[in-house]
Every structure is written in C-alpha cells, then in structure tokens.
C-alpha cells in the first residue's frame, strides 16, 4: 500500500487514458487529434506518467510509436481498469433503470445468424430498452475480441481449444455437422443416403482454412473419402443463399437447422457424420465480472440450449 500511496497522487486516469490512445494510434499527432487536444498536451501527460514511474513507456522511431516493455505492462492492467470501471459505471445505470443497457457478444457467423438472433429476440419483447453489438466472425477472431475486451461473452464452437489459462468455458451442449440442402432440393424427399453417394453433387462448403472446413475435411475423411471439388467456398449467408435454389449441398452444425428462418428454408439429409460433434460453449473471461446484462444475456442462451440437448 505504501507504494500506492506514494504513485496514486501522481498518476492519473487522464494521463493512463491518453497513454492508451497514443499507443493504439500509433504516433503524438494522431493522438491528439483522436482526443481533441494538442500534441504538447498528449506528450506533457506521457512525460508524467514517466516521471511517476520512473522508467521508459514509449519508444520514438521512423515508423512511429511503439510501447516499450514497461509501457506494454501498463497498457495490458490500463485497459482492464477502463473495462472494469465501464463495467461499473453499466451496473450502476442498470440498478437505476433495469431497462435499458448494452451487451456486446462474440459469435461464428453460424451461431449470430441462428441462436443468437433467437435470444435476442425474445430479449428485445421483454427488455426493449437493451442494445445489441453482435460481432459475428469466425471463431478465432472471436476469442481475440475476448481477450481484448471487445465483446463481454463470446458464444462459439470449441474446434480449436481457446487459451485455458484465460478463459473459462462453459459447454453447452455436444453439437455435430450435419448435411443440408434446399427444402426444394429433390434429395430432401430421401429417406436413406450416404455421403458416397452425394460426392457427385454440386457443393457448397465453408472454406478449407477455416474452422468450420476443418471439419467438413474431418467427416468425409471418416469415410474414406476425398472433400468433393465445391462450386463455392464462403460463410454461412452466402452458402444459404445457394442452397435455397435447391441446386446444392452444404454441410454446417446441426444447431443452424434448429432455429427459424433458415429450419424452414433448408432441410437436413439423412446422412450420418459420425465424430464431427463439437461443444457448443459460453465464453468468458477469466477474472473479469460480467455486468448484468451480459449475465440475463447468457442466462437466456442456457434456457434456449434445453430442450436441444434432449434432441
């Protein structure tokens, strides 16, 4: 406490603020002008900072500016007080007007365009003072968004395992791939098929280098079987669009079919995939306390997982 004592009156949020934002743009000038203020002030608040700690927080080059390893630390425990305290400053305006507030998520374009939706749907009938900021991308930029405090939950396949040590997940349910084609799609009237026997058809797949293609490269590999050559390789709105022409086939997670609209647009084949299941899972950040939205949020996703799980 003595060390805290003698830093706290020297070291601002003000400056902590401005050294975040210098960091972020990458240069004095640019700083300045992100905060409306003049570059001798932003680099007054720097030298501060500096004289409070006693060492180095930026390096000046040709290319910019750059943390150095002092300034790296800093910035790393600055950005978590401004998420906490913004955190706190949502628990307040929430037990003043439990209507209204924010709740970022993170969620594979998979998810945000079926469950997602759902929940926030429902919540927007009983809640329609909260807002929505949906980062729908794929997996791996949904876990950085976390990390970086970005999104307050991430909801997600777990294909590749997010860092333990910082994370906690929460599965939700086992989720498997499952073929799919357009409700008009004369194949969707069969009763009995093989994934052999669809290799011919005309496809559309999600790219190979992305989660998803992984497993689509897993489950026809399961059989013996080569990933037949796709008419199109893209996300999830696109290969929707193309399926409804009820000319193609697709493979995604079986919980995009258990949710309207795209469950009255496609139809799932009877093909099966064995060993393609995936955790479904809530993500959150280690150490960090989710405000209470987010909370009425997840709570929603874990009510809406139910009655999949007896599926």
Sequence with gaps: ???????????????????????????????????????????????????????????????????????RALLKRGIAIFDELSHGIKDVRFLSDATHGEVTIGASIAIAEGLVANVITRLSRTH?????????????????????????LAVVHIIDPPGGDLMDVEPLLDDPQVVVAGAHNPLARRRKLSLAQLAGEPWVLPLPDQPYGKLVLEAFQAQGLQVP???????????????????FL???????????????????????????????????LKNRTLNPLAHLFA?????????????
């Design 299 to 311: 709570d929603h996703v874990r009510a809406a997982m139910k009655p999949l799980r007896r599926t």
């Design 250 to 284: 697709s493979i995604v997670p079986r919980v995009v079919m258990q949710f309207p609209p795209k469950k009255r647009l496609l139809k799932m084949l009877p093909v099966e995939l064995s060993g393609t299941a995936r955790p479904l899972a809530l993500i959150t």
């Design 229 to 247: 050559s796709t008419v199109a390789g893209s996300t999830l709105p696109l290969r929707t669009t193309l399926l409804v022409t009820g000319r």
């Design 128 to 152: 329609p003072g909260l807002s929505f900021r949906v980062h729908a991308t794929d997996t791996a930029t949904a876990y950085r968004a976390l990390l970086d405090r970005r999104v307050d």
């Design 1 to 71: 406490m003595d060390e805290i004592q003698r830093i706290e009156h020297r070291l601002s949020l003000h400056n902590l603020r401005i050294l975040i934002v210098v960091a972020k743009a990458g240069s004095m000038s640019e700083a300045a002008r992100l905060l409306a203020t003049s570059q001798p002030a932003v680099s007054r608040s720097i030298g501060e900072l500096e004289h409070a700690l006693g060492v180095r927080l930026l390096d000046r080059s040709a290319k910019g500016i750059e943390p150095t390893p002092f300034g």
